[in-house]
């Protein structure tokens, strides 16, 4: 597969494949972190999806696209994190942290040269901590995802909330990128949040986001009799 580079409108990469050869094309970035993760992700729909043309935003997870389509581009994107970061390597550059926070993710991001949101979701699948990640806009949340481990009845908030710090980085662009403690019902609209407290750290994201890493405290992560009647909103 050939790599080129350009300034593309509307997408991350292209791949056009014929034969036994393909080129991918690149959008130009300033985080170089993006253009690998780009071409892993291109470099995964020709291993797996060969025969087709893609136009690709890449790590993305609130893409509308049609349910096929958004499958192998998921596909694309599991691939390509496991190609950039895989968990042998990733797994011991994450255990030394006692506190978890963007400054920490940074320090992950710059061992593997890859974008800040790929690497909190790396961090999110490989299920080593209690965390939830999500992006919201100032009016709601665009998308979560949650390590495996953490139970379903733990509901995120559909909109930010007057006392969360992620309020702040929408509204003044004041970022809180170490962890800080807020009561679990400022994030979590079940009745038992407020029981509870979490860690909150949050920088911004693309388009006027936020991005948001919740930690929950261990007597969160206990599975109840009802945990499984409740859904992801994934
Ligand atoms: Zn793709």
Redesign the pocket.
Known sequence: MQVKYAQLDGCDATLVGFGDKAIATIRRSDVRGRERFSIA?ELG?WEMHRGRS?Q?R?DEPDRNFPSAEKG??RE?DVYAAHLLMPANLFNPAITGFTTLGFEQINEVRQQFDTSLLATALRLVNVNARPIVFACYTKEKLVWSLRARDVPRRWQLCKRLDEDSFAIDVVQSGKLHPVPGKQPAEVWFSNDEADDHEITECCVAGRNGEVWVLLTLNSDMMEETDNSFSYRDSR
């Open positions: 992700h729909h893609f690709c890449v192998r581009e694309a």
